[in-house]
């Protein structure tokens, strides 16, 4: 079969979810499946994948799944113990001091909160955090999620401690062989590695600047009663100032620092900054912005998680400082986790894995229940209790709440990511093809030739969308990018760069993360509402990118070790 009818038979799956996701505007609870059953037929009759390795995907997948729901359930189950504590009553009431405007709220709780908790955890906790922490502020479900799916963006190639980078890069490349191209030319690795790193955070500080603007204009659009770009608009000199106040100590920190601490870092020098401004109303506009009222909201703009300010009766009211201080916890034991080499080492010893399921190599999956993020929040949640003198009977109700929130996207991702691991896992067949994946990325740089750079970080995002992860397109799509930019004699270390910052942009519309943070606050069902609109930050996300990657290689000649070996 042509190479290019095989690519466009690739993309089947992909195109599927979008007509029914946002063309039909069908829930996801359908379209996933019917997407899942296709792509299954599509690997068994085209690709020749084994019976035997799409049944060990799909088990990995579902092992991937339960990994996920773990996340989600800890998310939920801190956000109602808060519910029931008095803790997020008093969270609402400290944002009065800082400002009632929704745009200045969603630029700190979102923006500079979510991108700190990316950092340090990465793999859609910001979401699922952020998203219903917003609904208790009073945004609406949707207009959260929104939101919530666009901090999945600048930080995301150093999230969870730089792993996209530190695993997805490194296991992507052939790193013996560039080492010891590297090594012949009296270099190395760790500085190619770094060099990466560097680009990473200057091409991400560069497009990510404007992003706290595009998400208050988008939230502003969409969810205010005058459906006006204008009224987002008026606060482009405070959205602008945070984020420079993210990006100049986020870039310092990935050119001299390297992968694991940019946005953590960014994070908390920008809020350091941020929130003390907003209070003194530095570059604030004369108007204040809020939703309609929500007696007002469509139907569709509704979650089925409500938090009502007297949920809490007869109990002695909590500080503001007292109900921020579980998801201070959250951050310090995150990080924690991921860099304390003893802590990680115990957290991680409890695992439940499978490797080369069914005999087919490379098929494993384990899960580890302390150290991903949904063990860590569990134990915020029991010191949430105990800091905030909780009755068993309101930690009860708290579970039962989450665990009925979380029935609805255990059902959605069942079918999501084991169609994930059949794309991902199709390259071995007994017609020697190259995986889906990497044919779809083919058929994109066969079209373009020359100006390749331009659409690298839309291959990037394509392979985010496809596994919702950025660390697993860097893993299959780095090594690609790489013999791309040898081919047309240009920088490989810049080539991957593009790769890592698309893939980062390309989680904002990954179908899972999507319907992930959709779970959190009660909101499935609605996906294809919000992929529509964040699509277009993403399209921004990689048109900008692309141009930077186009103007500094074919332009400027941007450079590398390996082609100055060459």
């Not at 908390?268 to 007002?296: C, H, N, Q, Y």
């Not at 020697?432 to 030739?449: C, E, F, I, R, Y």
């Amino acid at each position: 079969m042509h190479d290019s009818l095989l690519a466009l038979l690739a993309f089947t799956p992909l195109l599927l979810a979008g007509v029914l996701l946002i063309g039909l505007r069908m829930a996801a609870r359908i379209a996933m499946p019917i997407v899942f059953a296709v792509t299954a037929v599509i690997a068994l009759l085209v690709w020749d994948m084994t019976a035997t390795r799409v049944l060990a995907s799909t088990l990995q997948g579902l092992m991937l799944t339960v990994a996920i729901l773990w996340i989600i359930f800890g998310a939920i189950l801190l956000l109602n113990t808060l519910k029931h504590s008095g803790g997020i009553t008093a969270i609402r009431n400290g944002f009065s001091g800082i400002s009632p405007d929704r745009r200045v709220q969603a630029i700190i709780v979102a923006w500079l909160f979510g991108c700190f908790i990316e950092g340090a955890s990465g793999f859609g906790t910001p979401a699922a955090v952020a998203a219903p922490l917003m609904v208790a502020l009073g945004f609406p479900a949707l207009a959260a999620v929104v939101v919530g799916m666009m901090i999945q963006s600048t930080p995301v190639s150093f999230g969870a401690v730089g792993t996209p980078i530190v695993v997805g890069v490194s296991g992507g490349l052939d790193q013996g062989g560039i080492s010891a191209a590297l090594e012949a030319g009296g270099g190395g690795w760790l500085d190619y590695f770094h060099l990466i790193a560097g680009e990473v955070a200057v091409i991400h500080g560069i497009v990510g600047m404007l992003m706290p603007l595009i998400m208050v204009v988008i939230m502003v659009r969409f969810f205010g009663a005058n459906r006006s770009w204008k009224e987002g608009l008026s606060i482009t000199p405070f959205a602008l100032f945070a984020g420079i106040s993210f990006v100049v100590p986020y870039v310092l920190a990935g050119v001299l620092l390297g992968p694991e601490f940019p946005s953590m870092i960014g994070a908390m020098v920008g809020l350091a900054i941020v929130v003390p401004a907003a209070r003194r109303g530095f570059l604030l506009p004369k108007d204040t912005w809020d939703f309609p009222p929500s007696s007002a909201w469509p139907d569709q703009w509704i979650g089925k998680l409500v938090i009502k300010t007297d949920d809490v009766v007869g109990k002695t009211p909590i500080s503001t400082f007292m109900g921020w201080v579980p998801y201070v916890l959250l951050a310090v034991l995150l990080v924690a986790s991921r860099t304390i080499e003893p802590l990680k080492s115990a957290l991680t010893s409890l695992a439940f894995g499978w490797t080369d399921i069914l005999g087919e190599a490379g098929v494993s999956g384990s899960i580890q229940p302390l150290y991903l993020p949904g063990g860590i929040l569990l134990a915020v949640v029991l010191l949430t209790a105990l800091l905030h003198r909780m009755r068993l009977s309101e930690l009860r109700a708290a579970f039962g709440e989450s665990t009925r929130t979380l029935a609805g996207a255990g059902f959605v991702l069942v079918f999501t990511i084991p169609m994930v691991r059949i794309l991902i896992n199709s390259g071995v067949n007994t017609s020697d093809l190259v995986s889906m994946p990497v044919a779809m990325a083919s058929l994109v740089a066969d079209g373009v030739g020359g100006i390749y750079p331009l659409f690298a970080p839309a291959v990037g995002a394509l392979g985010a969308f496809i596994a919702g992860s950025n660390t697993v397109s860097n893993l299959m799509l780095s090594d690609f990018q790489f013999n791309i930019a040898q081919q047309l004699g240009v920088s490989t270390a810049f080539m991957v760069a593009l790769q890592a910052v698309g893939a980062a942009a390309g989680n904002m519309i990954a179908i899972h993360n999507v319907v992930a943070a959709s779970a959190t606050v009660g909101l499935l069902g609605r996906e294809g509402e919000t992929i529509r609109k964040t699509l277009l930050p993403t399209i921004y996300y990689v048109l900008a990118a692309g141009l930077i990657g186009l103007i500094a290689i074919q332009l400027w000649g941007i450079s590398d070790p390996l082609l100055r070996i060459g």
